[in-house]
T-cell receptor, first 114, second 111 residues
Framework: NAGVTQTPKFRVLKTGQSMTLLCAQD?????MYWYRQDPGMGLRLIHYSVGEGTTAKGEVPDGYNVSRLKKQNFLLGLESAAPSQTSVYFC?????????????FGSGTRLTVV | GQQVMQIPQYQHVQEGEDFTTYCNSSTTLSNIQWYKQRPGGHPVFLIQLVKSGEVKKQKRLTFQFGEAKKNSSLHITATQTTDVGTYFCAGDQTGANNLFFGTGTRLTVIP
């Protein structure tokens, strides 16, 4: 099992450009998440999905869009990149049996917007 | 909104010393989880605490959940260089599988 795979691992964008980050999981998890990590601010939730075809906003959703067309994939889009979106982006997935769960994270995408 | 605060932000210890990080929530949590992130790596799930006053151990690591389910701690006994990394707590207020992460404690172990 590969777990959670993120592509690309690194990317440099110019201000105003668009891009899509791909997250794929092979664990049949229902829940998937996108977080961003900035120095001194921990992990902040951007968007999440509780199942195929569903998405919801997290703590910092502005400037991002997501789609969950297939259960195993969760895409994060930046329509018009801004320097404030320079960050490390982590995707995560989890199972949930109603009581116990844990998140499995991908290895991250380091994005720089110049 | 929900906030999860973690202290200290940084901790340097000599190898063999103990280490503790504390996590405090502004609201009652349904459960709290702990993650470890090695330098340059991604967060890795360590443990979940659900019950009030719960204590769990993993080898040299001891995790506690407060009686009011608003705070938690992670204690490492006799640190080793392999313990280096950032430790995050993450709380779930609603029980709906939606975690808010603390700002993390970065542990440095001096050989």
């Amino acid at each position: 099992n590969a777990g959670v795979t993120q592509t690309p691992k690194f990317r440099v964008l110019k201000t105003g450009q668009s891009m899509t980050l791909l997250c794929a999981q092979d664990m049949n998890h229902e829940y998937m998440y996108w977080y961003r990590q900035d120095p001194g601010m921990g992990l902040r939730l951007i968007h999440y999905s509780v199942g195929e075809g569903t998405t919801a906003k997290g703590e910092v959703p502005d400037g991002y869009n997501v789609s969950r067309l297939k259960k195993q994939n969760f895409l994060l889009g930046l329509e018009s990149a801004a320097p404030s979106q320079t960050s490390v982006y982590f995707c995560a997935s989890s199972y949930w049996d109603g009581a116990n769960y844990g998140y499995t994270f991908g290895s991250g995408t380091r994005l720089t917007v110049v | 909104g929900q906030q999860v605060m973690q202290i200290p932000q940084y901790q340097h210890v000599q190898e063999g010393e103990d280490f503790t990080t504390y996590c405090n929530s502004s609201t009652t949590l349904s459960n709290i989880q702990w993650y470890k992130q090695r330098p340059g790596g991604h967060p890795v799930f360590l443990i979940q605490l659900v019950k009030s006053g719960e204590v769990k151990k993993q080898k040299r690591l001891t995790f506690q959940f407060g009686e009011a389910k608003k705070n938690s701690s992670l204690h490492i006994t006799a640190t080793q260089t392999t313990d280096v990394g950032t430790y995050f707590c993450a709380g779930d207020q609603t029980g709906a599988n939606n975690l808010f992460f603390g700002t993390g404690t970065r542990l440095t172990v001096i050989p």
